[in-house]
C-alpha cells in the first residue's frame, strides 16, 4: 500500500468553537459540512486536520498543567497527540501566549535533537510544535 495522503480526525466537543482555536493558533478553516455543520476541516499550507463534532475518536483534557517533565503527565489527556514540524518554535510560543493558546511544555531542546513545545486544545488533544535542531560542528 502507498499512502498519497494522511488527514487525521479529531472529535471535537463544538466545532465552531475549535475552528476559532485553530484560527488563533495561525491555521485557517478550509471547510464545513452539514446544517449546522458537524463536520469540517482547518488548513495550515498543505496541511489538514478534519474536525468532527461528538464522534470519530475520542477526547478528553487532563488537569495536569504540564504533558512532559517531572510534574507532566503524557497519558492524562484522552485526545491524539500530533507533531506538527514547523521552521520557528520560540516565534510559535511568543505567538501562542499573545493568542492565550494553553502551552504545556515550553521550547525545550529534547535529546532527540528537536526543539520543541506542545500546546493543548481544549478537548484534550496536544500538538507538539517541532523543528529540528543543527548540530554543531566539532
Do not use: Y
Amino acid at each position: 500500500m502507498l499512502a498519497h495522503r494522511l488527514v487525521p480526525i479529531l472529535n471535537v466537543s463544538n466545532i465552531q468553537e475549535s475552528f476559532g482555536w485553530f484560527e488563533k493558533l495561525g491555521w485557517k478553516k478550509g471547510w464545513d459540512w452539514g446544517d449546522p455543520p458537524t463536520f469540517g476541516g482547518v488548513c495550515s499550507g498543505a496541511c489538514e486536520i478534519f474536525l468532527c463534532e461528538n464522534a470519530q475518536g475520542g477526547r478528553g483534557k487532563s488537569a495536569v498543567a504540564m504533558t512532559f517533565g517531572p510534574r507532566g503527565d503524557e497519558e492524562g489527556d484522552k485526545g491524539v497527540w500530533m507533531s506538527i514540524w514547523i521552521e520557528d518554535v520560540d516565534a510559535a510560543f511568543q505567538h501562542c501566549q499573545a493568542e492565550n493558546i494553553e502551552v504545556t511544555w515550553p521550547p525545550t531542546n529534547m535529546p532527540w535533537g528537536v526543539r520543541e513545545m506542545h500546546v493543548r486544545h481544549p478537548d484534550g488533544h496536544v500538538f507538539r510544535l517541532s523543528q529540528g535542531i543543527e548540530e554543531d560542528p566539532e
